[in-house]
């Protein structure tokens, strides 16, 4: 009867949680918040991103939206929300998934270059958006895409197959993981059976 109380009271003094969303995210750099969350006193779950792997070494990390920004969602918020990682990600994930995607992506054309490429570089908490509906990405480009998250909150896509619009494409989301602060993937990414599966990697010459 006492633990009953117990969990009962732990219900009721759970909070509510917020208006959350989802960003692409690496080891790196969930090693890199924890470090940074230490150096300012915080320790155990208040260090610890929220994190799940999404594919390949990519991860999508957990995070609580605004009205002036977003911030990273914590192994403590979730204690304090009373929800596991899986509940939290999957409510993220179906809010995220009706977001209107065109509006996210601007297109890029290089002169002399047949083809266009696609930019996303919205600092919204929610750019893994782009990744969730392949479908929505397939219908704005027109066919079949490629995909490259070199670093924080940066996705480049394109329809694959004309040489020359491949090889721009590839050596500049290259260029953007070897520039970036917080780098992702130098990896290029292809809708499969499996879900978004390695197309090619532009090696550092």
């Not at 009953?4 to 009271?9: M, N, Y």
């Not at 732990?10 to 924890?34: C, D, F, H, N, T």
């Not at 970036?180 to 990896?187: L, R, V």
Request: net charge negative; proline share 6%; hydrophobic share 45%.
């Amino acid at each position: 009867m006492i633990g009953l109380l117990l969990v009962l009271a732990g219900m009721a003094q759970a909070a509510e949680p917020p208006r959350l969303g989802l960003v692409v995210a690496s080891e790196a750099i969930q090693g890199a918040y924890k470090k940074a969350a230490e150096a300012k006193g915080s320790r155990g779950p208040a260090a610890q991103l929220d994190c799940r792997p999404a594919f390949d070494e990519v991860l999508f990390c957990l995070t609580e939206l605004q009205a002036d920004g977003w911030r990273y969602a914590t192994a403590a918020d979730l204690q304090a929300w009373g929800k596991t990682s899986e509940e939290l990600h999957r409510v993220a994930v179906e809010r995220m998934r009706a977001l209107p995607l065109k509006s996210r992506l601007s297109s890029q054309r290089v002169q002399g270059v047949q083809g266009q490429m696609w930019l996303s570089n919205i600092n919204d908490g929610q750019d893994a958006a782009l990744l969730l509906s392949p479908a929505a990405i397939q219908e704005v480009l027109g066919g079949e895409a490629v995909v490259a998250v070199p670093t924080q909150g940066v996705a480049v896509m394109w329809k694959p197959g004309e040489p020359m619009m491949d090889k721009v494409a590839a050596v500049g989301a290259r260029k953007l993981f070897e520039d970036a602060g917080h780098p992702i993937s130098p990896k290029i990414f292809i809708w499969g059976e499996e879900g978004w599966e390695v197309w090619a990697e532009v090696v550092k010459p």
